[in-house]
C-alpha cells in the first residue's frame, strides 16, 4: 500500500515541528485511521485490510521511514488485530468493526483476576501500552486468583477506555511521540466475553492468526528498524551533501571519510534487507503451505531480525561521530532519528 507524498511531507514536517510535545497531531490520526494503518491485520469482514505478513512488514518499514514514531503507532496498533480472532466473534465485531477501532495494552501478566458471576473483576498496572490516549480497547494479560500452592491461569483480558487510568510516565529519549504510558484498572468488571486466550483456535482463517507470536514480534520490530536507519543514512547524506562545499575547504578528510562509511554502510544495509525479506517471504509461503512453522524456521527468522537490529545500530554508530557538533543538537532530525533507532533495538525481542 502507498502512503501519498503530500502525507509524508506532512508527517515529517509535524514531526520536526512538534518532536517534543509526546503525541501526534489530531490529523495524523485521522489519516491513519482513514487508511486503516491500524487494521492491517483485523479481517475484511471487520473493516480490515488482512495483509500477509510481508507486506505489512513494508509497511511497517515504510512507516518507519517516514517517522520512527509514526511507523511504531502503525506497527503496534496493527499488532492488536491478531486479538480480533481469539476474541469471541460478537465481541469481535462490535470491538474492531469501526472505523476508529485500535488496540494498546501489554502482554505481562502484570493483573490479578478474581471470578465472579458472568465474569471477573481485575486490578493491575502495566507498562508500556504504546498509543495508550487514543486506544479504544486496550488488553492485558492477568493471573486469575488460584489457591496457594497452585498454579495459577494466566488469561488475557480486553478492557474499554472508561475502565482505564493512564499514568503519563512515558519520559523516554526515543520514540516520544508514541504515547507509551502505563495504565492501571482498579477492580473492574469484565465479563467473561471480553476475556481470551491468544493459543485458543482462532475465529477466523487467515494464516497470520495462526503465526507464532514470537517470530511476529521480531519480524514487526525489525521492520521498524529497518525503516528508521534508512531514514537515517539519508538524512546523512543530504547534511553531507549540503556542507560539501565548505567541508571541501576546511574538513576534506571528513567529509571524504563520512561519504565513504555512508557509501559502505547503505549497501550493506541493502544486503541485511533483501537476506532479512528473503527469509521471511520463504517461510511465510512455507508456512501458508503447511500450517505450521518449525523451531528451526523459528530460530532462522528470530536470527535474521536481530542482525537487522545489530546491523542498524552498528551503521549509526559508525556515522553519527563524523556529522560534526550539530547533530548533537535534539532539535536536529538526526538526533532525533539516531534516538528513535535507539529505542526500538533496545526491544527485548531483538536482543540475541
Not at 71 to 79: A, D, N
Not at 203 to 210: A, C, E, K, Q
Not at 241 to 247: L, S
Request: glycine share 6%.
Amino acid at each position: 500500500m502507498n502512503i501519498p507524498e503530500r502525507m509524508i511531507t506532512e508527517i515529517r514536517h509535524v514531526a520536526d515541528k512538534h518532536a517534543n510535545e509526546g503525541k501526534l497531531p489530531e490529523e495524523i490520526l485521522n489519516y491513519m485511521y482513514e487508511a486503516k494503518l491500524f487494521k492491517l491485520f483485523v479481517p475484511k469482514e471487520l473493516n480490515g485490510l488482512m495483509l500477509p505478513l510481508p507486506e505489512a512488514l513494508r509497511v511497517f518499514e515504510r512507516a518507519s521511514w517516514i517517522d520512527g514514531s509514526f511507523g511504531w503507532l502503525v506497527t503496534i496498533g496493527s499488532g492488536g488485530g491478531f486479538f480480533s480472532a481469539t476474541l469471541p466473534p460478537e465481541q469481535s465485531k462490535l470491538l474492531f468493526g469501526h472505523d476508529r477501532a485500535v488496540v494498546a495494552g501489554s502482554g505481562h501478566a502484570n493483573g490479578i483476576a478474581l471470578s465472579v458471576d458472568g465474569g471477573y473483576i481485575v486490578s493491575g498496572q502495566w507498562k508500556y501500552c504504546s498509543g495508550s490516549t487514543y486506544a479504544s480497547l486496550f488488553t492485558a494479560n492477568c493471573r486469575i486468583g488460584a489457591e496457594p500452592g497452585e498454579e495459577p491461569e494466566v488469561r488475557s483480558f480486553a478492557f474499554l477506555p472508561e475502565q482505564v487510568e493512564i499514568i503519563r510516565d512515558w519520559n523516554a529519549f526515543g520514540l516520544k511521540a508514541t504515547e507509551s504510558h502505563s495504565i492501571r484498572v482498579q477492580e473492574a468488571f469484565v465479563p467473561s466475553e471480553r476475556t481470551f486466550d491468544i493459543m485458543s483456535t482462532p475465529h477466523y482463517d487467515d494464516p497470520i492468526f495462526r503465526y507464532p507470536f514470537l517470530p511476529f514480534a521480531q519480524t514487526s520490530f525489525a521492520a521498524v528498524s529497518l525503516g528508521i536507519c534508512r531514514h537515517f543514512l539519508e538524512e546523512a547524506r543530504s547534511f553531507a551533501m549540503a556542507r560539501q562545499a565548505d567541508w571541501a575547504i576546511a574538513r576534506p578528510q571528513r567529509l571524504e571519510a563520512l561519504i565513504s562509511v555512508l557509501e559502505e554502510h547503505e549497501t550493506s544495509l541493502d544486503a541485511v534487507a533483501k537476506q532479512f525479506y528473503e527469509t521471511v517471504e520463504r517461510t511465510w509461503a512455507d508456512f501458508e503451505r503447511s500450517g505450521a512453522m518449525d523451531e528451526q524456521q523459528q530460530r532462522e527468522v528470530g536470527e535474521s531480525s536481530q542482525r537487522i537490529a545489530i546491523s542498524t545500530l552498528a551503521y549509526a554508530h559508525a556515522i553519527f561521530p563524523l556529522l560534526g557538533m550539530a547533530v548533537l543538537m535534539e532539535d536536529n532530525p538526526m538526533n532525533r532519528i539516531w534516538r528513535d533507532l535507539h529505542t526500538v533495538t533496545q526491544h527485548t525481542v531483538l536482543v540475541p
